[in-house]
């Protein structure tokens, strides 16, 4: 042993094999947890921690449907508004955004347009009456100074809705807008200079950096997860036992490459020709099958695994249950 290897040839391979114990085994573990770490400070110790799963994070990556909509999330509308010229018909959005110094692009989102509701038009042309002249639909009424509310069957309100909604689209002008690419035209063609009209938009700009936000000192990925290498007297006899077989193929590496400074000795009367490519391989061989192991053991024990067991085993319970008599109470 002292020709060849030393004391320290041993301690080095043994430090290293709890090195990649540790770098397996918490590799794995950011892998498995990334995504309820991530955000949590990086100068807590996270290696005897028990991480609990969060729904905070899934919700700020479902934060982005919500920009979408207008109903939340990280991107801030603005509104704008455009005068309308005689005889326009079509008004460019973006040319707008450029005019008024917003740069990088907008989207636009929202005119605020919207033809009068029929129901209005119901109320104001008065097609219902009730007794004694008294609008009969919706709001109050005062007969002889008494409040009084008259109710038709819904089923003919939304048949007359309909009927207003159909006749103005037919005889009236259709009030509209059409948005192509934040190209904006007009129905019908504005006939006066001066109406404005207004929209939501948001900065495509500030689209892109609302995906990156500055954590400080937070996890952002598995470079910063906060796992320190494992102590030798906190790990348990399954892992030394791996450490052990690991440490074991290290040595018989270093021997090899150790014996291969010299393919052959000279001994009286002959050569003999030394191992060095047998160890190598056998080293090499077995440190791949160690890896392979120890990753197979921990994709057995990930939490998806183990919840897979647990339904597994409760569906067993109940099948098991199942074969039990079920006695008949009678009262």
Same mark, same amino acid.
């Given at each position: 042993?002292?020709?060849?290897?030393?004391?320290?040839?041993?301690?080095?391979?043994?430090?290293?094999?709890?090195?990649?114990?540790?770098?397996?085994?918490?590799?794995?573990?950011?892998?498995?947890?990334?995504?309820?770490?991530?955000?949590?400070?990086?100068?807590?110790?996270?290696?005897?921690?028990?991480?609990?799963?969060?729904?905070?994070?899934?919700?700020?990556?479902?934060?982005?449907?919500?920009?979408?909509?207008?109903?939340?999330?990280?991107?801030?509308?603005?509104?704008?508004?455009?005068?309308?010229?005689?005889? /326009?018909?079509?008004?460019?959005?973006? #040319?707008?955004?450029?005019?008024?110094?917003?740069?990088?692009?907008?989207?636009?989102?929202?005119?605020?347009?919207?033809?009068?509701?029929?129901?209005?038009?119901?109320?104001?042309?008065?097609?219902?009456?009730?007794?004694?002249?008294?609008?009969?639909?919706?709001?109050?009424?005062?007969?002889?100074?008494?409040?009084?509310?008259?109710?038709?069957?819904?089923?003919?309100?939304? #048949?007359?809705?309909?009927?207003?909604?159909?006749? *103005?689209?037919?005889?009236?002008?259709?009030?509209?807008?059409?948005?192509?690419?934040?190209?904006?035209?007009?129905?019908?063609?504005?006939?006066?200079? @001066?109406?404005?009209?207004?929209?939501?938009?948001?900065?495509?700009?500030?689209?892109?950096?609302?995906?990156?936000?500055?954590?400080?000192?937070?996890?952002?990925?598995?470079?910063?997860?906060?796992?320190?290498?494992?102590?030798?007297?906190?790990? *348990?006899?399954?892992?030394?036992?791996?450490?052990?077989?690991?440490?074991?193929?290290?040595?018989?590496?270093?021997?090899?490459?150790?014996?291969?400074?010299?393919?052959?000795?000279?001994?009286?009367?002959?050569?003999?020709?030394?191992?060095?490519?047998?160890?190598?391989?056998?080293?090499?061989?077995?440190?791949?099958?160690?890896?392979?192991?120890?990753?197979?053991?921990?994709?057995?024990?990930?939490?998806?695994?183990?919840?897979?067991?647990?339904?597994?085993?409760?569906?067993?319970?109940?099948?098991?249950? @199942?074969?039990?008599?079920?006695? /008949?109470?009678?009262?």
């Amino acid at each position: 042993m002292e020709v060849e290897l030393q004391d320290l040839n041993f301690y080095t391979a043994f430090e290293e094999a709890i090195t990649t114990y540790g770098n397996e085994l918490y590799a794995y573990q950011v892998r498995d947890n990334l995504l309820n770490i991530a955000g949590s400070p990086t100068s807590s110790n996270m290696n005897h921690a028990t991480v609990i799963p969060s729904m905070a994070n899934i919700i700020k990556l479902t934060e982005q449907y919500g920009s979408e909509a207008g109903v939340g999330g990280y991107v801030d509308y603005h509104s704008g508004s455009i005068a309308t010229t005689a005889s /326009i018909q079509d008004y460019n959005l973006t #040319q707008w955004a450029l005019d008024n110094n917003i740069t990088g692009g907008i989207e636009i989102k929202r005119i605020f347009y919207q033809s009068i509701p029929a129901v209005n038009q119901l109320y104001g042309l008065n097609l219902f009456s009730g007794l004694g002249g008294v609008p009969a639909v919706g709001g109050a009424s005062f007969a002889n100074g008494v409040p009084g509310y008259f109710m038709y069957p819904t089923s003919l309100l939304i #048949q007359t809705t309909q009927a207003i909604e159909l006749q *103005n689209q037919v005889a009236l002008s259709d009030y509209s807008f059409e948005l192509v690419n934040n190209k904006l035209r007009i129905f019908p063609i504005p006939d006066r200079t @001066g109406n404005y009209i207004w929209f939501h938009y948001i900065s495509l700009e500030e689209r892109t950096n609302s995906i990156i936000t500055q954590a400080g000192s937070s996890v952002t990925n598995v470079s910063n997860a906060n796992f320190t290498n494992p102590s030798y007297s906190q790990i *348990n006899s399954i892992g030394r036992q791996w450490i052990f077989e690991y440490t074991l193929s290290l040595c018989k590496e270093m021997l090899g490459y150790v014996r291969g400074k010299y393919a052959q000795i000279p001994i009286p009367g002959k050569e003999i020709s030394l191992n060095q490519s047998d160890l190598i391989s056998a080293a090499t061989a077995e440190k791949t099958a160690l890896i392979e192991r120890l990753r197979l053991y921990m994709d057995e024990t990930s939490r998806q695994s183990l919840l897979t067991r647990r339904q597994a085993e409760g569906d067993a319970a109940m099948i098991e249950l @199942g074969k039990s008599p079920m006695t /008949i109470f009678i009262g």
